[in-house]
């Protein structure tokens, strides 16, 4: 009762902060008259969300549907690689310092490419999107098999068991709170990626649609999209959460909450 209790006043502070943040926002603008065109209203902007959502709705589908997909395709690749890497120091030494080299290069840079080889629209931001969610899966997957004790794996052989059978059953289990922890960050990676190649090479999607309301000094429309992503990416990271809470509850330590 105690920690329900508690979980209902932390989901109370954080919505009133979250109130408190926007009303200060809202004062702020009035009291300074600051123009539009450097900082709206709030309130202008969930004018601008309720009037234009009919027309922001179909870009918003497309910017989440191309994100999934390109975060799909690399959580997939990631853990592949994560597991080569985490399993094996041969690997490890080979492709290590060429995946680093590679999630260096700006990401921008990256766009232009992608649209040379494939042509504007969709699979470019697909790729980004992908791209740039790869590293933070591979960091945590390679990380959590590499924590495997030593230890465990000894008695484990003495047992009889293979390594596929190590990695099957302890590593790969020890590795989901990592795995699970690289998935918060690349989702929100996911979605640089993708406003980032639709800015640059789609005529479709929440990115397109703010490069267009920045060429036309639209800046409450800018804000709004802006609003749009923050909230896919907010609910996506609460996905990931419960998922998380579900599939890997034993690693977690159990809140205790003292009551004032």
């Known amino acids: 009762m105690n920690t329900l209790t508690a979980k209902n006043r932390q989901r109370v502070m954080s919505l009133a902060t979250l109130l408190g943040f926007f009303l200060l926002w809202e004062l702020i603008c009035r009291a300074t008259g600051v123009s539009d065109l450097i900082l709206p209203k709030p309130s202008q902007i969930a004018m601008v969300l309720w009037e234009k959502m009919p027309l922001l709705w179909p870009h918003t589908v497309q910017t989440l549907k191309t994100t999934l997909f390109g975060f799909a395709l690399g959580v997939g690749v990631g853990i592949v690689i994560g597991v080569a890497i985490g399993s094996s120091k041969l690997a490890y030494d080979v492709a290590y310092p060429l995946l680093v080299g590679f999630s260096s290069i700006p990401k921008v840079a990256v766009v232009p490419i992608f649209v040379v080889w494939f042509g504007a629209g969709t699979v470019p931001a697909v790729l980004t999107s992908m791209v740039i969610s790869i590293f ?6 390679a990380t959590g098999l590499a924590n495997t004790e030593p230890e465990l794996e000894d008695v484990l052989r003495v047992l009889g068991a293979r390594k596929r059978d190590i990695l099957w059953n302890v590593g790969l289990p020890r590795a989901l709170p990592y795995l699970f922890a690289s998935l918060k960050i690349a989702i929100t990676l996911a979605f640089v990626g993708t406003v980032l190649a639709e ?12 490069m267009i309301a920045s060429g036309n000094f639209d800046v409450p429309m800018v804000f709004a999209g802006l609003v749009i992503l923050a909230v896919m990416g907010v609910m996506l990271y609460a996905v990931s959460s419960f998922v998380e809470s579900r599939m890997t509850g034993w690693a977690q330590r159990k809140n205790e909450v003292v009551m004032a």
């Open 199 to 210: 800015t640059v090479a789609a005529n479709k999607g929440i990115g397109n649609v703010m």
């Open 136 to 141: 933070p899966v591979v960091v945590n997957v």
